[in-house]
């Protein structure tokens, strides 16, 4: 099957069955892209989240436009994106034609807060497995403990967090290349 229509068809599936956004889908793409397609390592994997992170737009569209084009150039990543983005445009047309007529149905509603939790799980779910991969250990565990607190509790902006994390790990380099050249 042509490598093309086979990135189309899977980030359809994907984002056709996924509620939450770009880190919703993280794990559902990890298991189509490493595990069941072996298109991109593990390692790899993770090393192009980080990398899609730091574009702007949406999330999901440049993991599905990475991975494409890693694999096939610009036709690959056209595929990979249109197959990421039709699902989400013809829902959003489809609850734009009736969202009227059903925004104060109860059933509705009660079927969105039961979404609610499922949506936090597939957040997490990635979230959890960036640490395992970010190879974090008891040593600089504190430092995404301290980003979270910064952001969350006291209104740092992410952007300065980034540039404050970039810098220091430019520091860590550096003085880690002078201990070696001393050696």
């Not at 090393?47 to 949406?58: A, F, K, N, S, W």
């Not at 013809?90 to 499922?118: W, Y």
């Not at 008891?138 to 607190?149: G, N």
Request: glycine share 8%; with cysteine.
């Amino acid at each position: 099957m042509n490598i093309c229509f086979q990135l189309f068809k899977t980030f359809l599936g994907i984002g056709a069955f996924t509620i939450g956004g770009g880190y919703a889908m993280l794990s559902l793409v990890e298991k189509a892209v490493v595990q069941k397609k072996k298109w991109i390592e593990k390692d790899d994997f993770w090393d192009l989240i980080v990398v899609v992170q730091t574009i702007p737009g949406v999330f999901a569209v440049n993991t599905a436009l990475y991975i494409g084009h890693k694999l096939k150039g610009v036709k690959g990543a056209l595929c990979a994106a249109l197959g990421a983005v039709i699902p989400s445009f013809v829902i959003i047309c489809l609850v734009a034609m009736f969202f009227m007529e059903i925004r104060e149905n109860t059933v509705v509603e009660r079927i969105f807060t039961g979404i609610r939790p499922c949506v936090v799980a597939l957040i997490l779910a990635p979230a959890l497995q960036m640490v395992k991969s970010a190879k974090i250990r008891w040593k600089t565990a504190f430092i995404p403990v301290v980003a979270a607190f910064l952001v969350w509790w006291c209104g740092v902006s992410p952007v300065y967090i980034i540039i404050v994390s970039a810098l220091g790990g430019l520091l860590l380099g550096i003085f880690s290349y002078r201990r070696m050249l001393k050696k």
